[in-house]
C-alpha cells in the first residue's frame, strides 16, 4: 500500500528478507520495519495479553513496540535493525521465543 | 577502562554544538550516539550505505541548518572522538559508563560528562492508539526523509505544536496525501496570545511558511480540534475528532469521523531524563519544558558535579535552543578542564546568552499555547490500554490509584505500570498527569519512575562479554569506530 520514492531507491543495492517464510524486498540501508512497512506489512507483532496486532509507533528506539524475532533472536526492534541478505524475520507472538537463525 | 576528560551523550544539535566549542577550545572530546550518524532526530541524515543520488530536501530551512551544523562539526572532527552505534546502557559512581559495542560493551571513566539525549514524542492514550497504522510524526518523518518510504496514502497529522506543520508539508512534498492537520489550540487563542510570538520574527515566518505551503496545497487546518479516537479492523481505518473548548474537552455533538490509513499523533515532546537519574541528578517537573528535567545551573551543569545538561534532554525547547545551550555547556566544561581562561569563557559566552534569551521567549509563548490540558487525560474508556507494553487498562490503572497508590512509583508495584520493555517511558508523562488529576495533587509534587541500568536491552550473553581491558584492543576499536 505504500509508494517508494523511486529518486532515493533507483541506485540502491536490493535486499532479499524472509518475512515469515515469504520473501520480501528491501533497501540497503532500510529498517526493517520501513522494508515491512513498504511491502504493506504493519502488523510487526501479537501482544501477550489481548493478542492485539502492533506496529511502528516511535520510530526511534524509544517505545518497543515493533519488537520482532529476527534471525532467531527475539524482542528486536524493527524500527532500529537493518535489513541483511537473508535475514530471517518473523511476527513475534506473545514475549516471543528464541528459534533457529536462518 | 578508558578514561577521557570530556565525554557527551548525544549527537543531536546540543551536542554536536558543544564538540564544537569544545574542540575550538582545543580539547579533545568523545561523542557517544545510538545512531549511525550525527544530526540526532531533527537533522536525521539518511543511512551512507545508500548510494543514492541526492533528493530534493523536503524541509528547507531546518535540512540547511543541519547541514550547516555539520559543515561546523566536520571542520573539527579531527578532534573529536565520535563513537556511532554505542548506547549507554548504563552509568555508575564517578561518571563510569557502561557501554553497548557491537554484541559486546565497554566501560568509559568521564571526567566531565554532557548529557544530551533528546527528546521523544508525547502521545497519551486514546481508543485506538496501539492500532498499527496510528504512529507519531515524528516516525511518518523518518520514514520520509530517511527510509524512502512513504507512510501513507491517505494520512492525518494530529496533536498541537508547529512540528506537525513541518511533517505534514514533508508528507505532502514527498506525494502522500495530507487529508488535514488537527491542532488541538484554536485560531482564536492563537490570535489572543500570538503577539508575544512576535518576539523572533524569523522564526514566526519560518512558521507562517509552512502554513502558507499548507494552504497552497489545499490541505485544511482542523484548529480547535482533538483526536477522541481511532478504529479499524487490525490496523487503523477511521479517525474521530471533535471541536473542543480551551481545556481541549471535546463536545461531543460537534464531532467528524475520516476515513484514513495512517494517523500521526503528538502532542509536543518528552525530555529523555534516563541517563539524569542513572548520573543521580536532582529532577524537577516543568509543564513548558515537556515534564521532568535535570536542575542545571546557568551553565548547565546539574546538582551532581561534573555532570551536565542540555538540549531536548534538559528541557524541550527545540533544536535552535539545543545548539546555544550546547554551545554554553562546551564553553563551562572548557572552562572548568582550563582550556579557556575567565576572560575567553565570558567573551565567548556573552552572545550565545543574548541568543538564548530572545529564543526562550519566542518558546515561552509557544508553550503557552501548546500546554498540555486536561481534556487530553479524560480520552480514554475503562478498556482503553494506557500502558503498551503491560496492557494495562485505564480500569485497572484507576483501581490502583483509588486503593491508594498515589504516586507513580507505588501505583508501578501495584499494577505493573511501567514495568515493560519501554520502562515507563511511554505510560509514565500521560499517568503522571493522570495521577495528578485524580487525586487533586500538584504536578510538581510527583516523582518519576525510578530507572535502573541496563536502560537498553541487553542479553545475558552480551552482559558475560565485556571488552578486554587491554587497552591496544580498546584502541583498535576506536580506530575502527573513527574510520
Redesign the interface.
Known sequence: ?????S???????RVLIHVDGKPIEA?????VA??L??AGR???RR????E??????????????C?MQING?P?V?A?RI?VEDAMDVRTQQGPGTWGEAS | MMRRDAVIIGAGPAGMSAAIAMAEAGLKPTVIDENAQTGGQIYRQRPSTRNHRAAPSHNGVVADRGADLRRRFDAVSDRIELLCNRQVWGIFESNRLAVTAPHRWQMIEAEHLLLAPGAYEYVPPFPGWTLPGVLTPGAAQIMTKTQAVLPGQRVLVAGTGPFLLVVAAALHEAGVNVLGVVEAVSRAELLRCGWRLFADLGLLREGGGYLRKLRRAGIPIYDGRIIVGASGDGEVSHVKFAACDRSWRPKKNRSQVIEVDTLCVGYGFVPRTELAQLAGCQLRWSNELGGWIPLIDAGQQTTVRGVWAAGDGAGVAGALVAQEEGTLAGLAMARQLGAIDDDCFEARRRPVVRRLARLRRFRAALDSLSRIRVGLDELCTDETIVCRCEELTQTEIDKGIDAGNNDLRSLKVATRLGMGPCQGRMCAPAMARHLAWRTGQAMDQSTPLQVRPPIVPLTLGDLAEPVSMDLPVQEQMLRETIA
Open positions: 500500500m505504500t509508494i517508494n520514492h529518486e532515493i531507491t533507483s541506485s540502491a543495492r533497501w540497503e540501508g532500510q529498517t520501513a522494508a512497512w513498504s504493519r502488523q510487526l501482544t501477550s495479553r489481548f492485539q496486532p502492533r506496529g511502528l509507533f516511535c520510530g526511534m528506539g524509544v517505545c518497543f513496540d519488537l533472536r524482542n526492534q524500527c537493518e
